[in-house]
């Protein structure tokens, strides 16, 4: 299983640019989780998605959309971006509650997206 | 859900153990003690969870005080790549990671 992978790794903006960062997971999980790290902080919630075609505002979702139209993939956009959005994005997933063996429901995190708005 | 506190920053030495504190003094009776780590801008990685008892598995323990208002995470034998962020965090262990809170965390350094 190559678990949860993130396209693109880096990418450089500029001011009022658009793009859309995409999250693949292949574990069947339900549930996925946009966040943003910005230097020498903790991870905050931007949006997430208890399951295929809906999506849930999270802590910081301003400046951001999302769509989950297939359960795998969970892709974020950001229609203009701005400098305030240089961050590392990162994408997670868990299981749902229904038929999973899971009893800890830990999130599996990709490897993350650099994003720098200049 | 419940704050945590943690220190900024630890120091440990290869092979000894390493006992990273966290309290977290308002959790309820339904949150459960979680901790994360991250290893240098990669994704954070789960360790370990716990309720009230003490927790085991092949990365580390966890110990929890009978008030569950504060916990340790063991790493019975530090090695250089656990040279990390941790992040303790309480919640509700339901499926919704959507209340995991991520603070700043204790960044540990593993020293030779």
């Known amino acids: ?118 | 859900d419940a704050k945590t506190t943690q220190p900024t920053s630890m120091d440990c030495a290869e092979g000894r153990a390493a006992n990273l504190p966290c309290n977290h003094s308002t959790i309820s009776g339904n949150e459960y003690v979680y901790w994360y780590r991250q290893i240098h801008s990669q994704g954070p990685q789960y360790i370990i969870h716990g309720l009230k008892n003490n927790e085991t598995n092949e990365m580390a323990s966890l110990i929890i005080t009978e008030d569950r208002k504060s916990s340790t995470l063991i790493l019975p034998h530090a090695t250089l790549r656990d040279t990390a962020v941790y992040y303790c965090i309480v919640r509700v262990a339901s499926a919704g990671g959507f209340k995991t809170i991520f603070g700043a965390g204790t960044r540990l350094f593993v020293k030779a």
């Open chain 1, 1 to 118: 299983n190559a678990g949860v992978t993130q396209t693109p790794k880096f990418r450089v903006l500029k001011t009022g640019q658009s793009m859309t960062l995409l999250c693949a997971q292949d574990m069947n999980h339900e549930y996925m989780y946009w966040y943003r790290q910005d230097p020498g902080m903790g991870l905050r919630l931007i949006h997430y998605s208890v399951g295929e075609g809906t999506t849930a505002k999270g802590e910081v979702p301003d400046g951001y959309n999302v769509s989950r139209l297939k359960k795998q993939n969970f892709l974020l956009g950001l229609e203009s971006a701005a400098p305030s959005q240089t961050s590392v994005y990162f994408c997670a997933s868990s299981y749902s509650n229904r038929g999973t063996t899971s009893s800890s429901y830990e999130q599996y995190f990709g490897p993350g997206t650099r994003l720098t708005v200049t």
